[in-house]
């Protein structure tokens, strides 16, 4: 089974020193993508890293990434995402995998980034993020851009925040933080959420987010995008 691996903010370790979080990453290997390439061959899609350990806010890197991977400035962390874009051949999906998602996303509480913990509410998203995708744009649209963090149920309310964009190019953005993710229905049985992707000949079809039962079976689906295959 095809694997790939962003670590988020709370999986940093909170030693400042790094240790854990070189641990963690030691354990990983090549499973890790953060900053990298993973290449799937089946299926074929090139998985491309983020930062790693995000917590969102422009950027920022905490004293454990500090202490596991050195000073790394805002440009450095874009050249390193757009290298490892490189790499995928064009005629291969690319997924840019990250933690956080973009900022450009919205500024609204309910956008896919936004802040909804505090007022005014803001885009908090990964500003190394953007400025990486507009660079591997000038090469190639990213075919999808999958992250979290921003949990879908906003603090203030029982609003929900919009986890499906599709930008003017084609690119996909969704955000995958259904919290919490495993849960009882209303006959009291297990349901457990995943964020469902299918690409048919190389090309993104289709997006949903899928509730599951324990004998895998679907217990409930939103779709989110349906594209219609042309016929060569």
Not at 17 to 44: A, F, I, M, Y
Not at 100 to 109: D, I, K, M, R, V
Not at 161 to 177: C, K, M, P, Q
């Amino acid at each position: 089974m095809a694997t790939a691996v962003i670590l988020g903010n709370h999986d940093r370790g909170f030693d400042r020193t790094g240790e854990v979080l070189r641990q963690q990453l030691n354990l990983l290997g090549d499973l890790h993508c953060g900053w990298s390439l993973r290449k799937w061959h089946s299926p074929n899609i090139g998985i491309v890293g983020a930062r790693p350990c995000s917590s969102g806010g422009g950027f920022h890197l905490s004293s454990e990434v500090l202490g596991a991977f050195g000073p790394i400035t805002l440009q450095e962390s874009v050249s390193r995402i757009v290298l490892a874009a490189k790499d995928v051949p064009e005629t291969t999906p690319l997924v840019i995998l990250a933690h956080s998602g973009p900022t450009g996303l919205g500024s609204n509480a309910d956008s896919p980034c936004g802040r909804d913990w505090k007022t005014p509410p803001l885009d908090w998203g990964d500003k190394d993020l953007e400025l990486a995708i507009l660079k591997i744009r000038e090469k190639r649209v990213p075919d999808l851009v999958v992250f979290g963090h921003m949990h879908h149920s906003l603090k203030c309310g029982s609003r929900t925040r919009s986890s499906f964009v599709e930008d003017r190019w084609g690119t996909v953005y969704l955000n995958a933080a259904c919290v919490p993710r495993r849960v009882r229905d209303s006959q009291g049985k297990n349901i457990t959420h995943l964020s469902w992707v299918e690409f048919v000949d190389g090309n993104l079809n289709s997006v949903s987010h899928r509730w599951y039962r324990d004998d895998a079976s679907i217990a409930s689906e939103q779709l989110l995008l349906r594209r219609s295959l042309s016929k060569t």
